[in-house]
């Protein structure tokens, strides 16, 4: 569990060198604790100063997903770094209401609020999509299939099963089994105990198309149905979108347009001379965008007329589809806008 024990960790890719590694013991040592933490009352001898490398074998890190950010966090004493972007940071215990909370001692902008084994991150000022282990549920959580239709929601404590021409059927349920990528879901007992278990991999629903971050396998009274689950939003956001085509035709690599997918149904990027910003929002069958603004910043024609498509197509998106995890499509009546993620390494 997050937080739960600072000296159980699972093993995960050294993301600082030795050499960094040393700077931060030195840096917890004079920097976070303080001076005056080890000030030597008068007439004692002074104290002999003994510095602790810390590795990856000794502190390892554990690696959260946020949306499709990776970060990695590991404990150093009462303190926790945090590392976003290849960047690490040393983080104080502070305040709070529950959950385990840590700040930037340097920039109160950057903190890391663990609840069980959920993480909300901010970075400098940036809130991050909420952090989890690859193959979370996080509540409030929703799979569902076809053919028969189901659905269950899981709301933290209780799973609501749905099924046409029954009434919906809410029990107490639990987490049974966390595994490298997915968990299982248990409500319920006797004959109407269900059972759901989940992976993280891309999940199209059959009927409208939508893509999914999690695939769902349903146990319930003797049936076994397939199915996706999970918030599509995670799909979209914590990663940099590069559009390589437009309409089929190659864009420059030197010029090619960036989207980025943000929490709070945010959209902005760059469209390969100016920057843009506005919303966007997944319907049950698709996406919507709308409140397109950008900067004036003028360009050359070629960029421009590059500028003027991009943005003309993006605000008539009405669907995504993904021909790769790592490969999306926005479908407008025009044509198609195909973006590749660009994955930041830990």
Same mark, same amino acid.
């Given at each position: 569990?997050?937080?739960?024990?600072?000296?159980?960790?699972?093993?995960?890719?050294?993301s600082?060198?030795?050499?960094?590694?040393?700077?931060?013991?030195?840096?917890?040592?004079?920097?976070?604790?303080?001076?005056?933490? /080890?000030?030597?009352?008068?007439?004692?001898?002074?104290?002999?100063?003994?510095?602790? #490398?810390?590795?990856?074998?000794?502190?390892? /890190?554990?690696?959260?997903?946020?949306?499709?950010q990776?970060?990695?966090?590991?404990?150093?004493? @009462?303190?926790?770094?945090l590392?976003?972007?290849?960047e690490?940071?040393?983080?104080?215990?502070?305040?709070?209401?529950?959950?385990?909370?840590?700040?930037?001692?340097?920039?109160?902008?950057? #903190? /890391? +609020?663990?609840?069980?084994?959920?993480?909300?991150?901010? +970075?400098?000022?940036?809130?991050?999509?909420?952090?989890?282990? %690859?193959?979370?549920?996080?509540?409030?959580?929703?799979a569902?299939?076809?053919?028969?239709? +189901?659905?269950?929601?899981? @709301?933290? +404590?209780?799973?609501?099963?749905?099924?046409?021409?029954?009434?919906?059927?809410?029990?107490?349920?639990?987490?049974?089994?966390?595994r490298?990528?997915?968990q299982?879901?248990?409500?319920?007992?006797?004959?109407?105990?269900?059972?759901?278990?989940?992976?993280?991999?891309?999940?199209? @629903?059959?009927?409208?198309?939508?893509?999914?971050?999690?695939?769902?396998?349903?146990?319930?009274?003797?049936?076994?149905?397939?199915?996706?689950?999970?918030?599509?939003?995670?799909?979209?956001?914590?990663?940099?979108?590069?559009?390589?085509?437009l309409?089929?035709h190659?864009?420059?690599?030197?010029?090619?347009?960036?989207?980025?997918?943000?929490?709070?149904?945010?959209?902005?990027?760059?469209?390969?001379?100016?920057?843009?910003?506005?919303?966007? %929002?997944?319907?049950?069958?698709?996406?919507?965008?709308?409140?397109?603004?950008?900067?004036?910043?003028?360009?050359?024609?070629?960029?421009?007329?590059?500028?003027?498509?991009?943005?003309?197509?993006?605000?008539?998106?009405?669907?995504?589809?993904? @021909?790769?995890?790592?490969?999306?499509?926005?479908?407008?009546? #025009?044509?198609?806008?195909?973006?590749? %993620?660009?994955?930041?390494?830990?």
């Open positions: 569990m997050l937080l739960k024990n600072a000296r159980s960790h699972s093993s995960t890719k050294e600082t060198s030795n050499s960094s590694a040393l700077k931060i013991a030195i840096a917890l040592f004079a920097g976070v604790f303080g001076q005056a933490a /080890f000030a030597t009352p008068a007439g004692a001898p002074e104290p002999t100063l003994r510095v602790t #490398e810390i590795s990856q074998a000794s502190h390892p /890190f554990e690696t959260l997903y946020c949306a499709r990776p970060v990695q966090y590991r404990f150093l004493g @009462d303190a926790l770094e590392v976003v972007n290849n690490s940071r040393i983080l104080t215990p502070a305040i709070a209401a529950s959950g385990a909370r840590y700040v930037a001692p340097s920039d109160p902008t950057t #903190e /890391f +609020w663990g609840k069980g084994t959920l993480a909300n991150i901010t +970075w400098s000022d940036q809130a991050l999509p909420v952090c989890a282990p %690859a193959g979370t549920l996080i509540p409030p959580y929703k569902s299939g076809n053919e028969p239709f +189901w659905s269950v929601a899981f @709301d933290g +404590w209780d799973a609501t099963l749905t099924q046409p021409g029954k009434a919906p059927l809410t029990q107490d349920a639990q987490i049974s089994d966390t490298t990528k997915g299982t879901l248990v409500a319920g007992s006797g004959a109407n105990m269900l059972k759901l278990t989940v992976e993280e991999a891309l999940c199209v @629903d059959t009927m409208s198309g939508m893509p999914y971050p999690q695939q769902a396998e349903l146990q319930y009274q003797s049936n076994t149905w397939q199915g996706c689950g999970g918030d599509p939003n995670r799909l979209l956001q914590g990663v940099t979108w590069r559009v390589a085509q309409n089929g190659e864009i420059n690599a030197q010029t090619r347009p960036e989207i980025h997918f943000m929490p709070n149904n945010r959209i902005a990027g760059s469209t390969g001379c100016n920057r843009f910003f506005g919303e966007y %929002a997944l319907t049950g069958e698709g996406m919507q965008i709308k409140g397109l603004g950008s900067t004036r910043m003028a360009c050359s024609e070629k960029l421009m007329t590059q500028e003027n498509t991009f943005l003309g197509q993006l605000q008539d998106v009405n669907g995504i589809s993904f @021909d790769t995890v790592d490969t999306l499509i926005l479908n407008t009546p #025009e044509g198609e806008i195909r973006a590749t %993620a660009q994955v930041k390494a830990l």
